[in-house]
Structures are given as C-alpha cells and as structure tokens.
C-alpha cells in the first residue's frame, strides 16, 4: 500500500479566534476515503492557535508561544480524536523535533513506532514538539518537518495543505495575473531565498518553506504536492483517479 503524508496548516485550521472544526470534519472525511487505498500520516499544525483560544498570552516571546503550545497541543488533538471517532479512525500521537531525524536510533524507533500504528490502521497525528524544541533544533514550521517524515518513514508522497491553490510564478495575493504551475521538477536557488512571507497572522511557514520542503524531497527522488486544503476534492481526484485538476506536483 502507498503511503502519504499530508501536511495541514494553521491557515487551514484557525482564524486565531478558535480552531474550525469544520475544518477538521472536511479532512476527517477526505482522510476516511483516502485510508482504503493508502496509509496516511498526518501532520498538523495549529497548536499555538489552539492555545490562544484558551490563555491571550504574547506570542511574540518564544517562551509564551511555547507554553501556549503545551496548552493547545492536547486540545488540538482531543478535537481531532472526537472528529475521527466517527469514521471509527483511531489516532495517535506523535511529537518530533530536529534532533530526532539528527540520531539513527532516534528516527528508526520513531519509524518502528509509525508501521505499527500504520499496520493496525491507525492514524498517527504528528506535531513538531514546540514546547521543549529550543531553536537550534527546531524546525519552526511544519513544512519542513513533514519532508522529513515523508523521508524518513518512507512515503511515496508529501501533500501539503495550505490556503492558496498551488505554486504561482509570482505571489498571487499581490499580482492579480500570477499563473499556477501545475508541476515543478527543479527548484531554482534563488527561489528557495525569496523573502519569508507567511500570509496568515498565525501562519509561520509561508512559500518558502514549502518549496525548501519541495526541494529536500525532489533531490531524494521523492514528490511532493501543494493543494488548497479548502478544496480536498482537488486532492482526492489526483490521488484516487490521477487527474491533476489544480495544484503543484513537485518532483
Ligand atoms: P500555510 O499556513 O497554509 O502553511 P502560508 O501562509 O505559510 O500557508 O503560505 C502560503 C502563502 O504564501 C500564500 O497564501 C501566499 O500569500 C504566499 N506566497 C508568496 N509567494 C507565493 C507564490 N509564488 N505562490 C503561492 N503562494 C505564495
């Protein structure tokens, strides 16, 4: 069986006010459809946001940001585990930072952990561990974590969720007649340096990492692809039936 890595966002997950659970109903049932064809890992962002809605404590300072994603982090997943009990979808948990794909042990016990789960059809929901991470180690946005998950445990294929339809050859929220590239098989260099511009306020990757993501996995032979997580359909006709309605195919 394939298996796929998806990678949600914090903008597809939070307006920073409180965490849209019909956000995660909509990837629930997606993830439901998906999982009789392939195993899924998912990686989630959303844990700061998620704390926010509880304590108003000032993200600005990397030790209030990361109690409030030791606040939110159980949260966050107490919604996703009522959600995928519906589908009778069991999750797990999982908390990775840098230094666990750093050390060969620490990444192959990681990856034992996952094929169980994955063998007995459960989800495993993956979070960068922000409460303890300090910042050498961190990768501070996901995108980069799940290229190394995908890679490490062995995917075939790292979607990442975001809120803009794919990769554009210039910033759409700026030039009105930016094009989407349906696939990309080299990420040029300067590409992988463009200012760091995250559009949401609770946003932290922006498109530079997804393509520093793109760029990890497309020189191990591996392939990514960058899609709306408002429109899963999009997701689904590629993965289900092979047609690319929307959306970039990295690699
Ligand atoms: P997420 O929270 O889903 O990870 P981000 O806000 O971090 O998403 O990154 C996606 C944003 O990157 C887009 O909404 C857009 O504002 C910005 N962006 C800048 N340049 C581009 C580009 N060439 N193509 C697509 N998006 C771009």
């Not at 966050?76 to 930072?97: G, P």
């Amino acid at each position: 069986m394939k298996r796929i890595v998806i990678k949600i966002g914090t903008s597809n997950l939070s307006d920073g006010e409180k965490i849209w659970i019909e956000a995660i109903e909509r990837i629930a049932q997606s993830i439901a459809r998906l999982s009789k064809k392939f195993e899924i890992i998912l990686v989630t962002s959303g844990a700061v946001a998620s704390g926010y809605t509880k304590l108003r404590l000032d993200k600005s300072k990397i030790a209030s940001k990361q109690a409030l994603a030791s606040i939110g982090q159980p949260l966050l997943l107490e919604t996703y585990r009522k959600v995928f009990e519906k589908y009778s979808i069991l999750n797990a948990q999982i908390l990775l930072c840098g230094h666990d794909f750093d050390s060969r042990s620490c990444t192959q016990n990681a990856k034992d952990t996952i094929e169980i789960l994955l063998s007995n059809k459960v989800l495993p929901i993956i979070n960068e561990n922000d409460s303890l991470a300090t910042a050498e180690l961190k990768f501070g946005d996901n995108d980069r974590l799940s290229a190394h998950v995908a890679y490490y445990f062995d995917a075939d294929l790292l979607v990442i969720l975001s809120d803009i339809d794919g990769y554009y050859d210039k910033n759409p929220h700026q030039y009105s007649d930016a094009k989407l590239i349906k696939t990309m098989s080299f990420i040029p260099e300067e590409n992988l340096k463009t200012n760091y511009d995250p559009h949401g306020h609770f946003a932290t990757g922006g498109i530079v990492t997804k393509l520093i993501a793109a760029d990890f996995l497309i020189q191990r032979g591996k392939r990514m692809f960058l899609c709306n997580g408002q429109k899963l359909e999009i997701l689904e006709r590629l993965l289900l039936e092979g047609i690319q309605e929307s959306g970039t195919i990295f690699g």
